[in-house]
């Protein structure tokens, strides 16, 4: 399942949402990123996330749909969140659920690296010295990349 | 043609959505671009390196080759900052 809000999210709530009644659930694994208060060496005051609705909500299906087709999962959760957030606002949760860990973990994070790059999001830092945009690291790209498979072409 | 701004595109732009009528012989992403960067300042300022602009088709991701036309959505913006 996806969600893409603006308000909070309670990890315990959606962990317990997801595991109650289903006892077949042998691994979890989760990521949860946050606003950072210091970019470079400058302290960010707010973080906007702006995103284009419509088409978040299909790439993050479309990479839900991609990681049970790559990994034996019982459940998929991604929350994304946009707006203004402060430092140490949780902006994205991603929960796998798998028999096994190796399946929760490796989608986990393969998820999570795809989101990076793939998931129509931009952000804005506010700082002293005025807004800037976020620009995309290359280390990011290599991230994903590495699970580009080469049968995908 | 409905045309979406986002992230520096936007903001160089001005404005986040647009109408407008495609001019005869504009019926790539490229080729829109192109026109579009001789619309004002902000335009050109919006795409001067043109090569990082990322693109969407009717909310998929496209190659600045993909075929356009009246009535598709298309989105601009610059890569994506998502996670």
Known sequence: MIRVQGEDFDIGVEIARMTEGNTEIGALASFVGLVRDYAGDEAITSMTLEHYPGMTEKQLERLEAEARKRWDLQDVLIIHRYGKLMPGDRIVLVVTASPHRGASLESCQFLIDWLKTNAPFWKLEDMDSGAKWVESRQEDFVAADRWVRVTDG | ?83
């Open chain 2, 1 to 83: 043609m409905q045309i979406l701004y986002f992230g520096w595109v936007r903001s160089r732009i001005g404005h986040g959505k647009e109408e407008l009528k495609l001019p005869a012989g504009i019926d790539t992403v490229a080729g829109l671009i192109h026109w579009l960067k001789s619309r004002g300042d902000g335009y050109a300022h919006a795409f001067v390196d043109s090569d990082v602009i990322r693109a969407a088709v009717n909310q998929e991701i496209a190659p600045h080759n993909t075929a356009i036309a009246e009535g598709d959505e298309v989105a601009l913006f610059p890569p994506m900052t998502g996670g």
